[in-house]
């Protein structure tokens, strides 16, 4: 699930800080899956250009600062 | 090729500072760029379960030196695979061998903070080791200073993370996303993490040089390594091996299975199952056990009886591993119960969708927490459907097989009596 090759931004999760509650999938279902117990799935590839608001919203409604974005 | 005496060159009782020498000669005054040298050209890799090459983390750990102040090494004796025993083994029986190690990798660093992470409750390894550390203080040899750190006794407290964070006074619990050690580990400097078995073989690396220490082994897996064989052999116990040997050739090194296998469980809980008739030709290598698509892990084999059943036994330890989850990561915390649940039911009840249950889960587990643990859980408990092809189609047409009637073969410690059975 950790396989995408392209270079560019990329969502992480602090694994250990999420809770799961899944406020991220919300706010961008379009590249964050849910697993059967509610924690976000990340996609492996990098965040196109266009989607880069929506995953930006996801980092920011977090209420544990679970999520950020990187530059790789 | 069978079984070969370096690391248990002394014998099987306790040897002292006195018998240490005798056998394996003083410890050579080696400059640090040397001992580096040497411990890359012998071709050592980690004897934990990561195989990563010695002398490199050495250089690592010694180039970091220059930005972050002195290193600090650290050996770690906790032995987190509960079916191994065989760092407990070198501890008790050749403690020098490792303190040598410990002093020689800390000169070749520059480290004058050494630590050995032991797990509390081994008390019997605590009193060796101050004995040794004692014997080393009268004599004046180098490594009396080591520090003895006991650390809890449960699975993921040994990870690399953890240890540090335990080191650095917090719990031992491994961290989501660590420094690493070589550049910024114990109090903030770079930290050499070793197993203590690795350290033992550097200690003799250097005494001997690199030539001899590929005398051992084969040229792509070099020297030798201590193995737990367990379940139906001969003579179950910790051993000495040649790097390399076959599949077959260590089961004899036990004195050979007491009765007809099924398979043999390969770098114990966070390996992988292997049927015997592909165990047989299989070399005994990290890299060997890895193309037949087991892992070589802290070098722990189980022999299991053709008699037993080995998705339950599979089940149990899945259980136990469920149990020992950290429980800081969500799907670690969930998936491994899950996992364990559904294979509980294939085993005692023969649960027709068990089978698509954890083929369906084991993506959302492997891989998504901190640590390496839900990863080797998952390579477990996919690993005995792949092997027990057989077993599981007669569990879900006739039922649970009459292997369950056996005694368990795979040992697993009292805590995980606190894992409600949910069978
Ligand atoms: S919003 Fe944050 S805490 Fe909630 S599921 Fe997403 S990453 Fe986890
Ligand atoms: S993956 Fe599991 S064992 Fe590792 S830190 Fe997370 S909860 Fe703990």
Redesign the interface.
Known sequence: MRKGKDSGPRLRVDPIACEGHGLCIEAFPEMVGRDPWGYPVLPADAIPPHLMRHAQRAVAVCPVLALRLTKT | MSTAHRLTATGPSYADLAVHLRCHGPLPAADPAWIIEVVDRSGLTGRGGAAFPTGRKLRAVAGGSRRSGAPVVVANGCEGEPASSKDRTLLLKAPHLILDGIALAARAVGAQDMRLCVHEDQTDVIRTLRQALGERRAAGAPGADVEIVTVPDRYVASEESALVQLLNGGPALP???PPRPFEKGVRGRPTLIDNVETLAHLALAVRHGADWFRSAGTPDAPGTALVTLGGAVAVPGVYEVELGLSGAELLAVAGGPVEPLRAVLCGGYFGAWLRSDRFAPARISARGLQNAGAAMGAGVFLALPATSCGLAETARVARYLAAQSAG?????L??LP?LADALTGLAMRGDRKAATTIAS?A??VA????CRHPDGAVRLVTSALSEFGDDLRLHTSRGPCAGLRRAPILPVPAASSRVPERV
Do not use: I
Request: proline residues 11%; contains cysteine; glycine residues 22%.
């Open positions: 961290l989501a996303t800081q990561c969500g799907p670690c969930n998936g899950a889960l993506p959302y891989g998504r927490g901190a």
